[in-house]
């Protein structure tokens, strides 16, 4: 069985701006606007888990040094 392909990020975020939207409007029946409202929480989720990760990635440095490589965590902010 083929793997299913992850969304994008910046699709992610498109589709919950979409759904933020259409909940302000106020016009939804509340059976859509908690069907709305699950899939927000999802794609939430589905962001905050990515930026986690990308954090991570991007808190190790890797230096060259004259023996190789290194990593040193990244100190971002204060």
Do not use: N, W
Request: hydrophobic residues 40%; negative net charge.
């Amino acid at each position: 069985m083929a793997r299913k392909k992850e969304m994008a990020f910046e699709d992610a975020i498109g589709a919950l701006e979409q759904i933020v939207a259409e909940i302000e409007t106020g016009e939804l029946p509340l059976a859509d606007l908690m069907a709305k409202y699950s899939e927000g929480i999802k794609l939430s989720d589905f962001c905050m888990k990515s930026l986690k990760r990308a954090e991570e990635t991007m808190d190790l440095l890797v230096k060259e040094t004259a023996d190789g490589v290194s990593e040193e965590k990244l100190e971002i902010g204060g």
